[in-house]
C-alpha cells in the first residue's frame, strides 16, 4: 500500500488522507513514479526538475 502513503511537507507526518489531519495542507505522495523504458515524457521530467531546455 505504498501508492497510499503521503506526508504532509509541513508538519513531516505520514498519514493515508489527502488533507493533513492536524494542519490542514494537501499532503504529497512520498513514492516516486513508476519506471518505464518507453517513458514519454522523461524529457519533460528532466527539463522541470534540471530548469533547462532540450532539444531532444
Given at each position: 500500500?505504498?501508492?497510499?502513503?503521503?506526508?504532509?511537507?509541513?508538519?513531516?507526518?505520514?498519514?493515508?488522507?489527502?488533507?493533513?489531519?492536524?494542519?490542514?495542507n494537501?499532503?504529497?505522495?512520498?513514492?516516486?513514479?513508476?519506471?518505464?523504458?518507453?517513458?514519454?515524457y522523461?524529457?519533460?521530467?528532466?527539463?522541470?526538475?534540471?530548469?533547462?531546455?532540450?532539444?531532444?
Amino acid at each position: 500500500m505504498k501508492w497510499k502513503l503521503r506526508k504532509c511537507p509541513r508538519d513531516k507526518i505520514y498519514t493515508m488522507k489527502d488533507i493533513c489531519p492536524i494542519c490542514g495542507n494537501k499532503t504529497v505522495i512520498t513514492s516516486p513514479p513508476r519506471f518505464s523504458p518507453e517513458d514519454k515524457y522523461v524529457k519533460y521530467r528532466i527539463e522541470l526538475k534540471k530548469g533547462i531546455k532540450l532539444n531532444c
